[in-house]
């Protein structure tokens, strides 16, 4: 979707989306995926069910939004709708799994 067009998201409807940022972890950080308050007063959601970031990822986060509004939300690209929050483990992980280098 070009920068700055936004996409209509009605009542009750979902979608993807992705972060401009990639974000890689070292082995002893871990991270959470946060809507923006100021977006959540509106009714988006910007994450479902994975907000979870695993040590040792290098990827750019899919976010699954939501709006639980009565009314259509415009989406615009380049909007920063979420925020991260990263945590130092006590010891270290790595995730090996499909999604640890997500590549469009």
Excluded at 1 to 10: D, I, N, Q, S
Excluded at 15 to 26: A, D, Y
Excluded at 42 to 67: C, D, S, W
Excluded at 73 to 98: D, N, V, W
Aim: aromatic share 8%; glycine share 10%; hydrophobic share 40%.
């Amino acid at each position: 979707m070009p920068e700055g067009e936004p996409y209509l998201l009605l009542p009750g409807q979902a979608c993807l989306g992705i972060t401009t940022e990639n974000v890689k972890l070292s082995p002893r950080l871990c991270g959470l995926l946060e809507g923006r308050s100021r977006f959540a007063r509106l009714g988006l959601f910007v994450h479902i069910t994975a907000g979870f970031m695993n040590p040792g990822i290098n990827n750019r986060q899919v976010l699954e939004i939501y709006n639980a509004s009565n009314n259509a939300l415009a989406l615009i690209p380049g909007t920063k709708i979420c925020q991260f929050i990263f945590m130092r483990l006590a010891g270290e992980a790595t995730y090996h799994g499909k999604y640890s280098t997500n590549i469009l």
